[in-house]
């Protein structure tokens, strides 16, 4: 039997990876030069011939600043998509570069460049090459990171960035097969360094790969697990909206001034994680320095039911009122006579010398 992970993908396996938006009016394609995006261009391109009529699609090359032979490569990309009909596009990351956490500010920069581009285009979508092996290893960088259950679904097919839906038709592709088909079509294709710059936590991730993948903790069976969270996730998520809707109905005391209110006792008696992701979700809605992070909003929810548990009455006593307040990513959190409210916090006065 052939190894499926080595074989170049077919026009009809083409199709079926990007039929999802053959009715998209155009498509923005993130290209670097790598095996990887190279190889979704050529396959994009192909499939595109086929259709009757289908979407514009354009490759875009976000050159970061940060290698020499990064202008280079974007030119030979511009030459193969020239060659595939399509336009192409480099756009740079100009201005100062972070010391620190730079692979995350290089990532915020390429995505709301590729958005840019996108709605200069008037593209619904903007395609990525992120491919299983990238899954696997985003699963294991969360995992060490003590993500929870939304972080450990790693990456969906289809999520919304920067005012446009970012897909990744390749998420269940081996970067092999990628690598096959380019090596059929004679296309050649940049190789970055950084990827295997240990500095950086993926390279290092990927260096313990073929350990893991010998203990049967391999791409796919990683990508599956990821694929399993992301479905749990889903119906969490689920069970989430109902006990929004179940909150918001017993609360029918409308909020001032913005915000959201929950009874205490109806909340109280939820499981925790329903509560841990109803906070989340009413943080990050009101709050203006988000995302809140899980481990401080686990604490907060300590602190809730602490502050819970110390006002109930005790034997021949009467119970104190309930009362805490906490800011949480710009978000004020109170509960206070069995209510808790979330809302947006006051601005922080500026100091002045």
């Known amino acids: 039997m052939p190894d499926d992970d080595h074989v170049p993908i077919s026009a009809r396996d083409a199709k079926r990876l990007f039929a999802d938006w053959k009715a998209a009016p155009a498509i923005v394609l993130a290209v670097s030069g790598g095996p990887d995006?190279?190889?979704?261009?050529?396959?994009a391109a192909r499939?595109?011939?086929?259709?009757?009529?289908g979407p514009r699609l354009i490759a875009v090359t976000v050159d970061h600043g940060l290698r020499a032979?990064?202008?280079?490569?974007?030119?030979?990309?511009?030459?193969l998509a020239r060659?595939?009909?399509?336009?192409?596009?480099?756009?740079?990351?100009?201005?100062?570069k972070p010391k620190?956490?730079?692979?995350?500010?290089?990532?915020?920069?390429?995505?709301?460049?590729?958005?840019?581009?996108?709605?200069?285009?008037?593209?619904?979508?903007?395609?990525?090459?992120?491919?299983?092996?990238?899954?696997?290893?985003?699963?294991?960088m969360r995992l060490l990171r003590g993500s929870g259950i939304a972080g450990l679904a790693a990456m969906a097919r289809e999520t919304e960035r920067e005012g446009v839906l970012l897909a990744r038709p390749l998420l269940n592709v081996p970067k092999s097969q990628l690598i096959a088909t380019l090596q059929r079509a004679k296309i050649g294709f940049a190789d970055d360094p950084t990827n295997r710059d240990a500095g950086?936590?993926?390279?290092?991730?990927?260096?313990?790969?073929?350990?893991?993948?010998?203990?049967?903790?391999?791409?796919?069976?990683?990508?599956?697990?990821?694929?399993?969270?992301?479905?749990?996730?889903?119906?969490?998520?689920?069970?989430?909206?109902?006990?929004?809707?179940?909150?918001a109905l017993r609360d029918r005391q409308s909020p001032q001034g913005g915000g959201q209110t929950f009874d205490a006792t109806a909340f109280a008696a939820m499981p925790e994680e329903i509560r841990l992701r109803l906070l989340l979700r009413a943080i990050n809605r009101f709050g203006h320095e988000g995302p809140a992070e899980l481990g401080k909003v686990e604490a907060l929810l300590a602190a809730l039911d602490r502050t819970a548990a110390d006002s109930r009455p005790k034997p021949g006593?009467?119970?104190?009122?309930?009362?805490?307040?906490?800011?949480?990513?710009?978000?004020?959190?109170?509960?206070?006579?069995?209510?808790?409210?979330?809302?947006?916090?006051p601005a922080r006065r500026r100091r002045t010398d």
Do not use: C
């Open 47 to 53: 499939w595109r011939r086929a259709l009757a009529r």
């Open 69 to 79: 032979e990064a202008a280079a490569e974007a030119r030979e990309v511009g030459r």
């Open 317 to 345: 006593h009467s119970g104190q009122k309930q009362r805490l307040k906490q800011t949480l990513a710009g978000a004020l959190v109170s509960l206070i006579d069995g209510r808790i409210r979330i809302e947006p916090a």
């Open 83 to 96: 060659s595939l009909d399509l336009t192409h596009r480099t756009l740079r990351w100009t201005g100062p």
């Open 200 to 247: 950086f936590t993926r390279p290092r991730i990927r260096t313990l790969m073929p350990a893991l993948a010998a203990e049967g903790g391999d791409a796919r069976n990683l990508a599956r697990l990821a694929a399993r969270l992301a479905r749990a996730n889903a119906a969490v998520e689920i069970l989430v909206d109902g006990a929004e809707r179940y909150l």
């Open 37 to 43: 995006s190279i190889a979704l261009m050529w396959l």
């Open 100 to 140: 620190t956490g730079l692979p995350a500010a290089a990532r915020a920069a390429r995505y709301r460049l590729l958005a840019q581009a996108a709605q200069a285009a008037r593209a619904t979508h903007i395609l990525t090459a992120h491919t299983r092996d990238d899954q696997a290893e985003t699963l294991l």
